[in-house]
């Protein structure tokens, strides 16, 4: 297999569930925006929050706060609806990130089929854009979904690699060649290639071997590590997992 390696992939962090432990018992503790600031004097590149339909975790409120502070990039993850058009139009994020969501969902599982709704989303983008946010669709790393992102109008895909973290090591090898044809494909069209979901410190070094990957988002696992070991070690360690 051939190998790649790229300077610096930016990382980005993904506060969805310092809402989701605040959420748990109400009030306003912690804090996604005294996270926000961590992770900024950590060295982290970017701040990801999904704000979704059920506002399971991100609030609106935590979105226009850490959208305000003059920070990280935002990269706004979304269902795409009208709702969060007119969220992404106000707040004017550096990024959208369109997933799919479903709300008995635990957590996003695969990626937006673009293939099967490319006029609706053509259409979609086109006014998302004028929030002046780069676009990214969080897809599976199959060719078809990779043309109709960029027949779509997308800027970015974020390549999903759920299916590749949840396997055991030894079954691996096959899905990582199909991450790094996929991320080989999306360059061709012209596309940035990010990656994520499911990553822990072994994957995401895998992960980087990835041609042309600019970017990888990352939440729980860091969340979860931040536990035991605080967020700027966990965040430092990330770093040296991708490099």
């Known amino acids: 297999m051939t190998q790649y390696s790229i300077a610096m992939i930016r990382l980005g962090v993904n506060l969805d569930h310092v809402a989701?432990?605040?959420?748990?018992?109400?009030?306003?503790?912690?804090?996604?925006?005294?996270?926000?600031?961590?992770?900024k004097r950590a060295g982290a590149d970017g701040i990801t929050l999904h704000l979704r339909e059920d506002r399971r975790h991100i609030r609106d409120a935590d979105v226009r706060a850490i959208r305000a502070w003059n920070g990280l990039p935002l990269n706004f993850e979304m269902a795409a609806t009208d709702e969060m058009l007119s969220i992404a139009q106000e707040i004017k994020p550096h990024a959208c990130?369109?997933?799919?969501?479903k709300r008995e969902e635990l957590t996003t599982e695969g990626g937006l089929d673009v293939a099967g709704q490319q006029a609706r989303l053509k259409e979609y983008i086109s006014r998302l854009k004028t929030c002046g946010a780069r676009i990214s669709l969080f897809v599976d790393p199959v060719e078809e979904q990779l043309a109709a992102a960029k027949a779509v109008g997308g800027d970015i895909v974020e390549l999903h690699t759920g299916t590749y973290c949840e396997v055991l090591a030894n079954e691996r090898p096959p899905l990582l060649e199909q991450l790094m044809i996929a991320a080989e494909q999306?360059?061709?069209?012209?596309?940035?290639?990010?990656?994520?979901?499911?990553?822990?410190?072994v994957t995401a070094r895998d992960i980087a071997a990835l041609p042309h990957l600019a970017e990888v988002n990352i939440g729980h696992f860091l969340m979860g590590e931040a536990l035991f070991s605080g967020l700027a070690d966990v965040i430092a360690e990330m770093r040296k997992a991708l490099t």
């Not at 990130?97 to 969501?101: H, S, W």
């Not at 360059?187 to 822990?200: I, K, M, N, R, S």
């Open 20 to 39: 989701t432990l605040r959420n748990a018992r109400g009030g306003v503790h912690p804090d996604p925006s005294r996270a926000a600031e961590l992770v």
């Open 97 to 101: 990130c369109l997933v799919p969501e």
């Open 186 to 201: 999306a360059h061709q069209l012209g596309l940035e290639v990010h990656a994520g979901h499911g990553l822990d410190y």
